[in-house]
Structure formats: C-alpha cells, structure tokens
C-alpha cells in the first residue's frame, strides 16, 4: 500500500448544484505532491490528482474566465 500524506485545503459548495468539491494536499512516500480534487454530484464522485504545473495552468484559465464574466 503506497503511503501518503493528505491536508484538506477546502470544501465548498456549487451554487445551483447538488456539486460539493473538495480540495486536498496530497504528499506521498517520497516526497511527490500533488492537489487532489474531489467533486461529488449527487452519488457520482470524480477524483482527479493534478501536479503542481498542471494545478498552477488550470487555475490561471479559471480565473482568466472568471475575470472576463465577471459581471460587477
């Protein structure tokens, strides 16, 4: 069994959903890190681990996106 190292980072709710997502710092034996996204709608659940190039490019997109629809 791999051994590892898991920190919640946050948990939050998506508005007009029944979408939790769940955040997770995940370090294995080893010393790899990687963030673990856990989105559960309904009783279906998705588990995705992003390194941190990948978390850091996904993330740039999401804000550019919310940044430009953004209506306020």
Same mark, same amino acid.
Request: no cysteine; aromatic share 6%.
């Given at each position: 069994?791999? %051994?590892?190292?898991? /920190?919640? &980072?946050?948990?939050?709710?998506?508005?007009? +959903?029944?979408?939790?997502?769940?955040?997770? =710092?995940?370090?294995? %034996?080893?010393?790899? /890190?990687? &963030?673990?996204?856990?989105?559960?709608?309904? +009783?279906?659940?998705?588990?995705?681990?992003? =390194?941190?190039?990948?978390?850091?490019?996904?993330?740039?997109?999401?804000?550019?996106?919310?940044?430009?629809?953004?209506?306020?």
């Amino acid at each position: 069994m791999i %051994e590892k190292n898991v /920190k919640q &980072l946050e948990t939050f709710s998506v508005p007009l +959903r029944n979408v939790e997502i769940k955040l997770e =710092d995940v370090t294995y %034996e080893g010393g790899m /890190k990687m &963030l673990q996204l856990k989105i559960r709608e309904g +009783r279906r659940f998705t588990v995705l681990e992003l =390194d941190p190039e990948t978390a850091q490019h996904w993330g740039a997109a999401m804000v550019e996106w919310a940044e430009s629809n953004n209506s306020e």
